[in-house]
Nanobody, 115 residues
């Protein structure tokens, strides 16, 4: 019912920036809470950032002050601006949409930060 497609990942050196995008289609977007998760090799998937339907945001401590999540409901898109990237940010980043009854996931986009 809702399809999510991430883009914007790539290879960047430490200290650089990337902006990830997650485009939603197939259903209403504005009523979903949207989140970015990441999973590094050998590690558990973790929630990186979340933005509610009202625009409230929260972040995992390790990215506070460096990452910014935002959404554009007119474009059905959520963004993750990542600045001051560190090698430990290297992971596959996944977009998630959550309502009371459903969760949807994108296919993931690889972010690699070199030292």
């Amino acid at each position: 019912q809702l399809q999510l497609v991430e883009s914007g990942g790539g290879l960047v050196q430490a200290g650089g920036s990337l902006r990830l995008s997650c485009a939603a289609s197939g259903s209403s977007f504005s009523n979903y809470a949207m989140g970015w998760y990441r999973q590094a090799p050998g590690k558990q998937r973790e929630l990186v950032a979340i933005i509610t339907s009202a625009g409230g945001t929260n972040y995992v401590d390790s990215v506070k002050g460096r990452f910014t999540i935002s959404r554009d409901n007119t474009k059905n898109t959520v963004y993750l601006q990542m600045n001051s990237l560190k090698p430990e940010d290297t992971a596959v980043y996944y977009c998630n949409a959550a309502s009371r009854y459903f969760n949807y996931w994108g296919q993931g986009t690889q972010v690699t930060v070199s030292s």
